[in-house]
């Protein structure tokens, strides 16, 4: 890959949320690695019913994930997406559908119009990642639009946010989740969006070649999939990759029925 290709290309993510009528939330996910939906079924102020959907995944044990969503029956909506925490373990279910849960939550709860989030992480150079070592990220400047217009914008130098100012020195890791949780709800919510795409979309370099199971990849516990008892059998889908460098045509388009 020559230097200028690199830096043409692009990891983008799309979300959308929208009420297919008074009790009932359909949410999308869409990037290079993932492609998963959720439904929430819910009465004003509880969840009724969760059917989630995996047209497109990493791992073959993935969709394992999917029925483990349904513990969210019985639970109470929540404004912030983030509190999903407090009705689900983050790390035992699949990180996407957690994420995709919880936002569609926040959209039931707060009763919102139709909305479609996407962020874009331009390639970010990569160094590091050898004997012990983490990876090391070069500087990008990262965006969020919602239906279309931006919403935030950050620069990055490897996991600190350098800019806009009022952000600049906090990581992306340590003390990330106490200082979203201070934020009004939708700047978290933003926030919390662009993280994970940040967090994804450094993937986009790395060589998976080589990596044949989840386990290789060395993670740790993070979700569903990498959990100790599955790790080992969790097979990397090879055809599973896609490049939206070129935009967001395409995408969210062929969905699958979320039963």
């Known amino acids: 890959m020559t230097e200028q290709t690199e830096q043409q290309r692009f990891y983008r993510r799309l979300i959308d949320l929208q009420c297919s009528d008074d009790a009932t939330v359909t ?3 869409e990037d290079d690695f993932h492609h998963f939906g959720v439904t929430v079924i819910h009465d004003g102020k509880a969840i009724v019913d969760v059917h989630a959907a995996a047209p497109r995944y990493p791992w073959t044990t993935c969709p394992g994930a999917l029925h483990e969503l349904r513990a969210l029956i019985g639970k109470p909506l929540v404004r912030r997406a983030s509190d999903i925490g407090r009705l689900l373990q983050m790390r035992t279910q699949c990180t996407h559908l957690f994420d995709l849960a919880g936002l569609a939550l ?5 009763r919102r119009e139709h909305r ?12 590091g990642g050898k004997n012990g070592m983490p990876w090391i990220f070069g500087p ?5 639009k919602q239906n279309g217009e931006c919403v935030a914008r950050w620069s990055l130098d490897d996991q600190i946010i350098t800019a806009p100012a009022e952000h600049a020195g906090q990581s992306l890791r340590r003390g990330f989740r106490e200082w979203t949780e201070a934020m009004p709800e939708q700047e978290a919510e933003y926030a919390t969006i662009l993280r994970r795409a940040i967090m ?12 044949q199971t989840a386990a290789e990849f060395g993670n740790g516990a993070v979700c569903y999939s990498f959990q100790p008892e599955r790790s080992r059998i969790a097979l990397r889908m090879t ?13 969210l388009i062929k969905t699958a029925n979320i039963s």
């Open 106 to 110: 926040a959209h039931a709860c707060q």
């Open 200 to 211: 994804v979309g450094s993937a986009r370099p790395i060589d998976m070649e080589g990596v």
């Open 239 to 251: 055809d599973s990759l896609r490049d939206f460098s070129g935009g967001n045509q395409g995408m």
């Open 116 to 127: 479609r989030y996407e962020v874009v992480v331009p390639y970010r150079e990569l160094s």
């Open 140 to 144: 990008a400047t990262v965006v969020l």
């Open 27 to 29: 949410a999308w996910l």
